[in-house]
T-cell receptor
Framework: NAGVMQNPRHLVRRRGQEARLRCSPM?????VYWYRQLPEEGLKFMVY????????ESGMPKERFSAEFPKEGPSILRIQQVVRGDSAAYFC?????????????FGSGTQLSVL | DQQVKQNSPSLSVQEGRISILNCDYT??????FLWYKKYPAEGPTFLIS?????DKNEDGRFTVFLNKSAKHLSLHIVPSQPGDSAVYFC???????????FGKGTRLHILP
């Protein structure tokens, strides 16, 4: 099953540490999206990337958060100096080339817990 | 500012009856709408979609209706089954920027 792979599934960090979340898109998909789901909230758009290019980062907090999607390797969502409010489920999705109905294929998410 | 709104956080429906999940949107530039289903500890999975040029799309037990003038869409599931118990997210896309915006979700409970 070559679906969207996210790791780790669960990540525990202490306040002030860094969190790195990884996402490998489905084979043949060149676009990656990151979404965050806070408790009792919906999926909130964070960033949309193509290989080596950030297309839209309008949903990213201005500080401490960054994302990349290098030419080789997975997409990385990096959160520096984590705070308790960063605790959430982070979902990555990849999208196929234009022309399909499904638009987004999601990974199983990374549950980040900040102690 | 929420562009996609699901005003019912939860809904309980008897097995075998019809489940109707509602969604409203504010951005008239949205031209494609999707429903995703999510089980606990899993990522959302695509269910059904509809283009703004249509007012209805049907796939088995699932039908999505779109009322553009009211900026409203709904998902009908009939007959409802126990495996339909999940969180359902309404989503909308503006083709100009390829960004898909999600609502907060509605938790559907199918009662035996």
């Amino acid at each position: 099953n070559a679906g969207v792979m996210q790791n780790p599934r669960h990540l525990v960090r202490r306040r002030g540490q860094e969190a790195r979340l990884r996402c490998s898109p489905m084979k043949g998909h060149s676009h990656v999206y990151w979404y965050r789901q806070l408790p009792e909230e919906g999926l909130k758009f964070m960033v949309y990337l193509q290989k080596e290019n950030i297309i839209d980062e309008s949903g990213m907090p201005k500080e401490r958060f960054s994302a990349e999607f290098p030419k080789e390797g997975p997409s990385i969502l990096r959160i520096q100096q984590v705070v308790r409010g960063d605790s959430a489920a982070y979902f990555c999705a990849s999208s196929p080339p234009a022309g399909t109905n499904e638009k987004l294929f999601f990974g199983s998410g990374t549950q980040l817990s900040v102690l | 500012d929420q562009q996609v709104k699901q005003n019912s956080p939860s809904l309980s429906v008897q097995e075998g009856r019809i489940s109707i999940l509602n969604c409203d949107y504010t951005n008239s530039m949205f031209d494609y709408f999707l429903w995703y289903k999510k089980y606990p500890a899993e990522g959302p999975t695509f269910l059904i979609s509809i283009s703004s040029i249509k007012d209805k799309n049907e796939d088995g037990r699932f039908t999505v209706f779109l009322n553009k003038s009211a900026k409203h869409l709904s998902l009908h599931i009939v007959p409802s089954q126990p495996g339909d118990s999940a969180v359902y997210f309404c989503a909308a896309e503006n083709n100009r920027d390829d960004k898909i915006i999600f609502g907060k979700g509605t938790r559907l409970h199918i009662l035996p």
